[in-house]
């Protein structure tokens, strides 16, 4: 039976998720939803995140998707819990596997995490990290600019540097070795956040963690073995889908054929 | 008969319009809506932005106010015609005040606007200077990181020095005498664009304006006889009551008391 996976996001950031997905799971249908008519998420309230969710999730149903990928990690610390309870479908969020990755990864038990105002103020990733291990420490900041700098494609500039580089000093004061990305669109500042950090510290990307775990999920269940088969992608979004295939096209490393809108609001 | 004014934002920048018009029309009930759920409107398209426009103004409406001002320059771009149109209620935006104070201000018909990319791609200044006089040269440029900075409180920043400058630098090139600070959260950069800019150029903040409009408006309908009566202020948003009045008072220069939520999706 051929796989077919929903990621949902508030916009373009979790197209670098669906880059690894498409990269490692070449063989599954994938529907991707961007909330572009309402996002950011990072900076709303958990209440609202979680409406948006369920319509984002009540949408992927509507497309008979048999997996969702909650590309945000706002939304993964918001609203999973509540999605989990509501929707008989397996669910997977971003920060459950970042989390798992950073603690593989670090020695001295000292783990840094930079993310949207309401991924870090819900404490998810220290909750998370805990949960498995209690005594790992966690340093947690808020970069609430770099989504905008990310987007607006001041990859390179010296602005960018000086802002990147205020938000990670007290982080690296703590002697971390571990750095999670815990926003879809801090992989396009990796150059610049490792510049600042130098090569002691392992910056974890959740895309590349949360694609092994779907592999892992889906192997396991023997969804993967039309080899032949090359899974189709289709993009769908609240608004602006030009400018969503435009700006869209730097996070997945690829062409984005056809958007498709829907009225997110009526689901 | 006292005069209620409807003002609605996208979200918090229009307080900088509601200071002003609390400031120079201290004795009308005053509701503002700051449309928090789905801001920023400054990167989505014209027709989602002339959709939660609509919604705005339905929920004022039922407030009963008697004057709407669409104090968001995104919005006023977009919708102002068709809400105009659609309403039988007078409206007024914040391009046209801007314009028109633009204009009494140049002396060498050279003048600059910025604002997010929606106002800049709709033109709006532009075409509202040169309907009044066509021999006017109009400079426009999107500078979308500023929202974002405003909002962020990187106010004396260098990384915003160095991003503003940017920015300016082709306006400046241009000769320009004056520049029309097209979006409400810009007069909060206001000195650190009067650094980069000089004395020489002259910058236009809409808020003013449009205060000394209304001023007039309800003047001539003897509207503001009653000067012993002190106007009662509201403030209504769709997400986050709480970080609107902790941020808000940046934009406003003083407290904010209550803040309440509505459900705008409904209206």
């Known amino acids: 039976m051929k796989a077919k996976i929903g990621i949902f996001d508030s916009g373009i ?7 690894q997905i498409f990269k490692r799971l070449p063989q599954v249908d994938v529907i991707y939803f961007g909330d572009t008519a309402r996002y950011p998420y990072g900076p709303r309230s958990d209440e ?13 149903l509507s497309e008979k998707v048999d997996f969702i990928v909650v590309a945000c990690n706002t ?15 397996p669910l997977l969020g971003v920060v459950e596997p970042g989390a798992k990755a950073a603690i593989k990864y670090t ?29 790992i420490k966690v340093f947690a900041r808020a970069c609430p600019l770099l989504v905008a700098l990310a987007e607006e494609g001041h990859i390179n500039r010296k602005a960018t540097y000086l802002i990147v580089k205020d938000y990670l000093k007290p982080l690296m004061r703590k ?14 500042l990796k150059k610049i956040i490792s510049q600042i950090v130098g090569k002691k510290i ?5 895309a590349r963690e949360i694609a ?44 984005i054929p056809k958007v498709k809108k829907t009225n997110i609001e009526n689901y």
């Open 212 to 255: 092994s775990e779907l592999k892992k999920h889906f192997q396991e269940k023997g969804r993967l073995n039309q080899r032949k088969y090359k899974g189709e992608h289709f993009f769908f979004v609240s608004d602006a889908p030009e400018k969503f295939a435009e700006v869209g096209e730097r996070f997945l490393g690829k062409k």
């Open 107 to 135: 020695k001295n038990k000292r783990i840094g995490v930079i993310g949207t105002v309401g991924t870090i103020s819900s404490s998810s990733y220290p909750k998370a990290i805990k949960k498995i291990d209690g005594s």
């Open 202 to 206: 392992k910056l974890v990307d959740s």
């Open 175 to 188: 002697d971390i070795d571990t750095l999670i990305l815990g926003c879809t669109h801090y992989p396009l």
């Open 13 to 19: 950031g979790g197209l670098t998720v669906a880059a």
């Open 75 to 89: 939304a993964s610390a918001f609203a999973l819990k509540s999605l989990k309870k509501e929707f008989d479908i």
């Open 48 to 60: 609202i995140v979680r409406k948006f969710s369920f319509q984002n999730v009540r949408f992927l």
